[in-house]
């Protein structure tokens, strides 16, 4: 079931034959090029959400990363048509001896808001992150969870026209899974242009307009979330699922 909204013909971002490399050190001396993403277009339109797929280590994140702006393409080209996106991530490193509320504007401002902004949603960030009188207490103090809790809230509160969702969805504790799932379906609902990264095809069957399949680098399949999603997972198990499927 896709996500019931309005998906606009309107071109928010559009990609073109776009690489990325990283350059790898071997040893002390030897440095050597990694394509990441050798070859990626589609088109995002206003509106819509796009789950990307893919085994681990194929470009998914390096995708995002390039969506929002932190790094740049080394080939083809990537259009913009006036939208700001911004990438929610719980990888968004916290320095360990500021408390939860400095760290708090730290990442609101990674993630594009102004300093102003993030003291503006500080209250809403607090009650969000709901970890009490440990918002003002150094993060190495807090557990997984509460750092989770914590990244979740400030990400959750920042209001771009592109939202760049990477594998954000079930995070924390089952109260807190159950709360920012359904902020993050809410934010889905709107009529925001969303991109989301997860490894979860329920989720993805549940929330997205379209699928982007990538694989070694390169976009594997585009469209239909059904489709798309159901060749992927055949690809990942192929003589398990012809043995299953002959018995059922
Ligand atoms: N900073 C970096 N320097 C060198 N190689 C990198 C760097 N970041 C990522 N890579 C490599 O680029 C490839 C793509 O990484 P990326 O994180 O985009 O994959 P992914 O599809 O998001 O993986 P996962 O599903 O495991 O999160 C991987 O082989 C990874 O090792």
Not at 39 to 52: A, K, M, P, W
Not at 168 to 195: A, E, H, P
Not at 196 to 216: G, N, T
């Amino acid at each position: 079931m896709a996500a019931h909204k309005e998906t606009e013909k309107r071109l928010a971002l559009r990609l073109r034959n776009v690489a990325v490399a990283y350059e790898r050190r071997f040893g002390f001396f030897r440095r050597q090029k990694y394509w990441a993403l050798k070859d990626v277009s589609f088109d995002l339109y206003h509106g819509e959400t796009l789950g990307v797929i893919g085994r681990n280590g194929v470009g998914k994140s390096t995708l995002l990363r390039l969506l929002a702006g932190i790094i740049a393409p080394d080939k083809g080209e990537i259009k913009n048509y006036g939208v700001t996106a911004s990438l929610l991530t719980l990888q968004v490193g916290f320095v360990p001896h500021l408390t939860g509320r400095e760290n708090a504007v730290l990442s609101g401002m990674l993630l594009g808001m102004s300093k102003r902004e993030v003291l503006e949603r500080m209250d809403a960030i607090r009650e969000y992150a709901d970890i009490g009188e440990f918002f003002d207490h150094p993060v190495r103090e807090y557990s997984t969870g509460m750092r989770a809790r914590l990244g979740f809230a400030v990400a959750i509160h920042v209001n771009p026209d592109v939202i760049l969702l990477d594998e954000v969805l079930g995070v924390g504790d089952s109260i807190f899974r159950d709360k920012s799932t359904k902020s993050i379906k809410n934010l889905i609902r709107s009529q925001k242009s969303v991109i989301i990264v997860s490894h979860q095809p329920a989720m993805l069957r549940e929330l997205c307009d379209r699928i982007v399949w990538i694989e070694k680098g390169v976009v594997q399949g585009i469209g239909d979330v059904k489709s798309v999603l159901n060749t992927y997972l055949q690809s990942l198990k192929p003589a398990v699922t012809a043995t299953s499927d002959s018995q059922s």
